[in-house]
């Protein structure tokens, strides 16, 4: 026992030092992208200027913004890691999510503003001059810009950084942008033709949708999306290994931030076990499934099955069948307990959404009553939230 609690405060020392690790990721980042973003930005106002290039100086806004992400993602990372408080009991990792919110709405600004340019430009055209030093600062801002955004992206995955990955992917984009740049001058000086505004105008549209598509993963991440189905099969699969546990239902995550998951499941015991054995057990759960995934199980509900009547268990069985013969509406059937004495009976149903659940538990009800009927039936619909179908 004393090895055992030995090894459980190394693994919770490891999982705050995997904490600090992240912040520290996230900030160096951080300043990193800001950095060489303000120096991009710099150059290329210097040649767009000099050059009278409206593409030029738009990729150059697009840094700048680029720039002031990378300060709002470090900033949002700071505010998430504060502890929690009275008014805040479960922490403030959602503030990253909040960031990720504001750089979205930075990008889908800048992308407005750069299309408005454009459009101007367009309307009224004015000829770039290109020079080789120009040319030359655009080429590595292309290479620097692929770099960035692989290091960042790569240590977005390490961190499990959302508004860093969204950070690197738009590096990634950026450097795309600012080819087509290049592309557009050096046409330009090879046959005369000016793209300028018009290439303008297509930086400014995938600015937008940049900015659209980060809003759309931000505000699902804020509604709350359908758990990992790989983490939920891991969590199951670690209660269900548990000797008295015969089956984990209804597992319900809630994400306060990256990293910060909590969650609730119904577990099924056998009716023989005292309730100092199911809290002996339920708080060996909780340290096992924190432990190993870094979830905290924060509340479980109990089922208890019957374990010592035959006839119970026939009932069970032949309940089960009535049930699951709906597939088109039933995933899964559970917590079935039968009071023989009391003519009683109750099980939950995971049905799929989209389901007309009264008409489900009208149909159910008259199936199940046929079969049994001298007894009470009481039939708990659950939905599909642990992605079972």
């Known amino acids: 026992m004393e090895n055992q609690e030995k090894h459980d405060i190394a693994e919770i020392q490891q999982f705050r030092k995997q904490a600090l690790a992240r912040d520290r990721i996230i900030l160096h980042t951080s300043i990193l992208g800001v950095a060489v973003n303000v120096l991009l930005a710099a150059f290329k106002a210097m040649v767009g200027l000099t050059t009278n290039s409206i593409a030029i100086l738009l990729d150059a806004v697009n840094n700048l913004t680029d720039a002031l992400s990378s300060v709002i993602t470090a900033a949002g990372a700071k505010l998430g890691r504060r502890k929690p408080d009275r008014e805040h009991p479960f922490g403030h990792g959602r503030i990253e999510y909040l960031s990720a919110m504001i750089i979205a709405a930075i990008v889908f600004y800048a992308g407005l503003t750069s299309l408005w340019e454009s459009g101007k430009k367009i309307l009224e055209p004015e000829a770039a001059e290109y020079t080789t030093v120009s040319l030359a600062i655009l ?92 983490l939920v099969t891991k969590i199951k699969g670690l209660l269900a290994a548990e000797p008295e546990i015969r089956g984990a239902y209804d597992l319900m995550l809630n994400n306060y931030g990256p990293g910060r998951n909590y969650a609730s499941v119904h577990i099924e015991l056998p009716d023989t076990m005292t309730v100092e054995q199911a809290d002996r057990l339920t ?20 089922y208890s099955y019957n ?11 032949r309940v089960y069948q009535i049930v699951l013969a709906h597939r088109d509406w039933i995933i899964q059937v559970h ?33 199940v009553q046929r079969d049994f009927p001298d007894y009470a039936i009481l039939i708990d619909p659950d939905m599909d939230i642990s992605a079972l179908g």
């Open 307 to 317: 374990t010592g009547d035959p006839e119970a268990i026939a009932m069970r069985k």
């Open 139 to 230: 080429a590595v801002a292309v290479v620097v810009k692929i770099v960035l955004g692989r290091y960042v992206k790569r240590q977005g995955v390490a961190a499990d950084s959302g508004a860093l990955k969204a950070s690197g992917a738009d590096a990634m984009f950026d450097a795309i942008l600012s080819f087509s740049v290049l592309a557009t001058a050096l046409l330009y000086l090879g046959t005369g033709i000016s793209l300028e505004a018009w290439v303008g105008a297509i930086i400014s549209v995938f600015i937008l949708k940049s900015g659209i598509d980060m809003m759309k993963d931000t505000l699902s991440d804020i509604l709350g999306e359908r758990p990992d189905p790989a």
């Open 283 to 302: 708080r060996r759960i909780h340290d096992k499934v924190f432990l190993q995934t870094g979830v905290r199980l924060m509340g479980v509900t109990v």
């Open 335 to 367: 917590g079935f307990y039968v009071d023989r004495a009391k003519k009683e009976m109750r099980f939950d149903v995971v049905v799929k959404f989209g389901t007309d659940i009264p008409a489900m538990l009208d149909t159910l009800q008259q199936e």
